[in-house]
């Protein structure tokens, strides 16, 4: 059974920084696109970041130039970095993986549909 485990979150400072971690396990053979989500309370979710197998990465335009999102393929990790944070980026974060090929008694399955995690709060205030 394919998990996603996020862990980073907390409370922090404007203009502070925070890393979130999100960890995929089972019979994970690979994923193609692991990402980023938030939903702050009363709007949608949106996506912050994603980064494919190969490294290709792209931002929400909120985010660009405070996050950096990165992966360890090896692992099934996925990465991010929040600097100069601010209280909108106040959100619940999402691990997302879309993709996925398992592996599982000598076979080969491609998932359709995307997995996610259970969330982690980031909550930036003075």
């Known amino acids: 059974q394919v998990q996603l485990v996020e862990s980073g979150g907390g409370l922090v400072q404007p203009g502070g920084s925070l890393r979130l971690s999100c960890a995929a396990s089972?019979?994970?053979?690979?994923?193609?696109?692991m990402g980023w989500y938030r939903q702050a309370p009363g709007k949608q979710r949106e996506l912050v970041a994603a980064?494919?197998?190969?490294?290709?990465?792209n931002y929400s335009d909120s985010v660009k130039g405070r996050f950096t999102i990165s992966r360890d393929n090896a692992k099934n990790m996925v990465y991010l970095q929040m600097n100069r944070l601010k209280p909108e980026d106040t959100a619940v974060y999402y691990c997302?993986?879309?993709?996925?090929?398992?592996?599982?008694?000598?076979?080969?399955?491609?998932?359709?549909?995307?997995?996610w995690g259970q969330g982690t709060q980031v909550t930036v205030s003075s």
């Open positions: 997302n993986a879309e993709g996925m090929t398992i592996f599982y008694s000598g076979f080969y399955s491609e998932k359709e549909y995307p997995f």
């Open positions: 089972g019979n994970i053979f690979s994923i193609y696109v």
């Open positions: 980064i494919t197998s190969g490294g290709s990465a």
